[in-house]
């Protein structure tokens, strides 16, 4: 059973840099691409970015110039970073993995990250 | 970037209901990159299908999909209590990966 855990800073103050972990459990890490994906309270989803095991990362271009993913294979392990935040990144932060190039079959649990002065 | 339109924003009917909901390209994408989701509140979205129209691990037959190109629909043939949730379209026929706005189908 694949698992996807999740962690990081739920507050943050304007210009700060988001950090998000994601550890799977339960399945090969390589094969598949690990994706992260952001929404807002009350509002649609949208993707950030993805990685596979090589490093060989996709991101939203409306995020890239802020966005940074990295992996950890020794770990089973995954991470986000976006620079500068600001009120409009408050979110829930998911963490997922992408199946046959095409869809999301395991999520992590989600983390509210909220950005406030 | 492809953007998934989603109608109606929100459906109201009642358990036994017939619920079509429909997804729609600003470009074409291949079947084989379209999927459904279903989000409740508080919850982690649970695919629900891909490939427009295979359904996933565990889903029930009450829901099925189908389209192709530009029109894609989500039907669920007879609502149940537990089917009261928003559901998002999304593609990864060409980057970046998007999705629709949503679809809450709330119960009248």
């Known amino acids: 059973q694949v698992q996807l855990q999740q962690w990081g800073a739920g507050l943050l103050k304007p210009s700060e840099t988001l950090s998000l972990t994601c550890a799977v459990y339960g399945e090969s890490f390589s094969g598949y691409y690990w994706n992260w994906i952001r929404q807002p309270p009350g509002r649609g989803l949208e993707w950030v970015g993805e990685i596979n095991h090589s490093g060989s990362t996709n991101y939203n271009p409306s995020l890239k110039s802020r966005v940074t993913l990295s992996v950890d294979t020794s770990k089973n392990q995954f991470s986000l970073k976006l620079t500068s935040v600001t009120a409009a990144d408050t979110a829930v932060y998911y963490c997922a993995r992408l199946v046959g190039a095409a869809n999301f079959d395991y999520w992590g649990q989600g983390t509210l990250v909220t950005v406030s002065s | 970037e492809i953007v998934l339109t989603q109608s109606p924003g929100t459906l109201s009917s009642s358990p036994g209901e017939r619920a079509t909901l429909s997804c729609r390209a600003s470009q074409s994408v291949s079947s084989t990159y379209l999927a459904w989701y279903q989000q409740k509140p508080g919850q982690t979205p649970r695919l629900l299908i891909y490939?427009?129209?295979n359904r996933a691990t565990g889903i029930p037959d009450r829901f099925s999909g189908s389209g192709s190109g530009t029109d894609f629909t989500l039907t669920i043939s007879r609502l149940e209590p537990e089917d009261f949730a928003v559901y998002y379209c999304?593609?990864?026929?060409?980057?970046?990966?998007?999705f629709g706005g949503g679809t809450k189908v709330e119960i009248k």
């Open positions: 999304q593609q990864y026929g060409s980057s970046p990966l998007t």
């Open positions: 490939g427009a129209s």
